[in-house]
């Protein structure tokens, strides 16, 4: 992908390599150009110990001739003799080492052609002179000649020496300014590679390390069922494509939890509104027939003459069966669903559960008008479950019933004080609480440790949500 998290790291690190690769390519010709002048700087010294060596081969000439020429001792002229044959072979090497500068080369072979010329045509005709006639030979002429050649070779000497150290010092300072380059080439390459790679690290992390933290941040979020958290999508590449994929899935996590919520709210309500209709049927058909029954049959009973004990106390047997189940199914239909309820609003049901619970109940209802329907129907059977579960399973000898309506949520408590350990999985009760509180977008929490009895909170929003 063009501008993918790919493409970027594959041209930020060839831009590295780049910068670091011609920063060594660099600093390499440097430390070449650095051996160069360190060898130039010693064939130099090299070039001036030959040089000094000739010198003192010519210097041994000029004295051994001279002691043989005051003395005539043959062993003086040994020093002589070993110049004489020496001299030559430093002399092709001085010039054979400074072939690659034409000036020195001259100022060496014009040395040499001197000093050859000075063996050959005074030195040596003088020895053999001198041991023929030492006293002829012995001449101020001939001596004047022989210092005057010495000097001018020494001149040449002079003019060579100081040439090639003129050089030395020359390829000196060219080798300092190459190690200085050297220093500053690597110091600029070390800080512009350091630059390149705190560039890339922040790259790096703007680009993709701190978005990937936004991205878990809100994984986590959501894992807690905020299904609203969302990231921002400022990503790039597959770092981008992430974060829009995350904020979908929140989406329609969002939208999925929405619709569940929406149609469990319509189940329980589709319930309630069949058992509503039951309890209406109940009440309006056979609780009235059974009504009109008792009443019949009590004025049957009191019409039956009273020579007839058995057939009145038979007909006030039937009475007394009829009205026993006409409470049966008062009671059967106020389970079913409490006409308190739709006649009183929830204050005056929770009163009437309280005042029908088994463990006696301590009472704090605090509700100053009529809730959304589906609202008081949920609190009604909240309450009632927890009533009724404190008289089955509680072994209670108080509960107490907190309720309240305002800002927005009706809150309930329901606590008693007996053995707790409530467990949702056990029965059904609770979990169908759970249900309906959950539809209505509310809280539901049950706190029941071993011995210390069971609070039931509930809150439920009264926007109708
Ligand atoms: N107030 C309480 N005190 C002690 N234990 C309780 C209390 N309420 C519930 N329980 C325990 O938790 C279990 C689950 O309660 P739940 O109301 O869900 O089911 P149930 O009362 O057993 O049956 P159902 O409510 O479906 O008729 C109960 O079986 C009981 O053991
Ligand atoms: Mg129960």
């Known amino acids: 992908m063009r501008g993918g998290l790919l493409h970027r790291t594959i041209v930020a690190s060839g831009l590295l390599a780049v910068i670091v690769g011609a920063t060594f390519a660099v600093l390499l010709s440097m430390i070449a150009q650095l051996r160069e002048a360190g060898a130039r700087a010693q064939h130099s010294d090299e070039v001036l110990v030959v040089a000094n060596r000739l010198e003192r081969l010519v210097g041994d000439l000029e004295t051994g001739e001279r002691g043989f020429l005051i003395t005539a001792e043959e062993d003086l002229l040994q020093p002589w003799q070993a110049a004489r044959a020496e001299f030559p072979e430093q002399a092709t090497t001085l010039e054979r080492m400074v072939a690659d500068n034409p000036a020195q080369q001259a100022r060496a072979r014009e ?51 100081a040439a090639e150290q003129d050089l030395a010092g020359a390829r000196q300072l060219r080798s300092e300014a190459a190690d200085h380059r050297a220093v500053v080439v690597a110091a600029g390459g070390l800080a512009g590679s350091i630059l390149v790679i705190v560039v890339f690290a922040g790259y790096l992390s703007k680009a993709i390390v701190r978005p990937v933290r936004r991205a878990a941040t809100m994984a986590r979020r959501l894992a807690g069922g905020e299904l609203g958290a969302r990231t921002p999508e400022r990503g790039v590449g597959e770092i981008g494509v992430l974060e829009r994929s995350f904020n979908t899935m929140a989406r329609s996590l969002e939208e999925t939890r929405e619709e569940l919520t929406a149609s469990r709210a319509r189940i329980v309500a589709a319930g309630d509104q069949a058992r509503r209709r039951i309890e209406h049927d109940l009440h309006d058909g056979t609780q009235q027939q059974l009504v009109a029954l008792v009443l019949d049959t009590r004025s049957a009973e009191a019409a039956v003459p009273p020579e007839l004990p058995e057939l009145k106390a038979q007909l006030a047997r039937v009475a007394d069966g009829l009205g026993g189940a006409l409470d049966d199914l008062r009671e059967l239909s106020r389970g079913i669903h409490p006409a308190i309820l739709s006649e009183g609003g929830l204050g005056a049901a929770l009163k009437a559960l309280a005042r029908r619970s088994v463990v006696p109940v301590l009472l704090e209802v605090d509700i100053q008008q009529r809730l959304p329907e589906p609202v008081e129907v949920a609190a009604y059977y909240v309450v009632s479950e927890a009533l009724t579960n404190a008289a089955k399973h509680a072994r209670a000898s108080v509960a107490r019933l907190d309720a309240r309506a305002g800002d927005g949520a009706l809150k309930i408590s329901v606590s008693d004080d007996g053995i707790g350990g409530a467990d949702a999985r056990r029965g059904s009760g609770l979990i169908g609480l759970t249900d309906r509180v959950e539809a209505l977008s509310g809280t539901i929490s049950v706190s029941s440790p071993a011995g210390k009895g069971t609070a039931l909170r509930v809150e439920l929003p009264l926007d109708g949500r």
């Not at 045509?121 to 005057?148: C, F, H, M, Q, W």
């Open 111 to 161: 040395i040499a052609q001197a000093g050859t010329s000075y063996i050959q045509d005074y030195s040596v005709p003088l020895v053999a002179a001198a041991r023929r006639d030492l006293n002829s030979a012995r001449t101020v002429t001939v001596i004047a000649e022989g210092k005057r050649r010495i000097d001018a070779i020494r001149t040449d000497f002079d003019r060579f020496v």
